[in-house]
């Protein structure tokens, strides 16, 4: 059973930085793309930033220039390293994974709040 397992969250000030953490596991022999989507209250689920298994990345245009993801493949885990943050980057955090093999599939962590404020 594939589970992703986010960490990293919490409270921080404007200007700020945090970094999290998203953890695959259950077996997994491929993960195609790994990302982070959030969403604030009233507001729909948005991208963040995706890595493929070759490390192309995307970001969504409300970070570019201030979040940077990264991925390590023998461990199964994407990062997003956050700086500059402002108080619109405060939401929950989902992470996510499309993966192949016998376990083939999109799957979502449960998700992590990020609150920016003074």
């Known amino acids: 059973q594939v589970q992703l397992v986010e960490s990293g969250g919490g409270l921080v000030q404007p200007g700020g930085s945090l970094r999290l953490s998203c953890a695959a596991s259950g077996g997994i022999f491929s993960i195609y793309v790994m990302g982070w989507y959030r969403q604030a209250p009233g507001k729909q689920r948005e991208l963040v930033a995706t890595i493929t298994s070759g490390s192309r990345t995307n970001y969504g245009d409300s970070v570019k220039g201030r979040i940077t993801i990264s991925r390590d493949n023998a461990k199964n885990t994407v990062y997003l390293q956050m700086n500059s943050l402002k108080p619109e980057d405060t939401a929950v955090y989902y992470c996510?994974?499309?993966?192949?093999?016998?376990?083939?599939?999109?799957?979502w962590g449960q998700g992590i709040q990020v609150t920016v404020s003074s």
């Open positions: 996510n994974a499309i993966i192949g093999g016998n376990y083939a599939g999109n799957y």
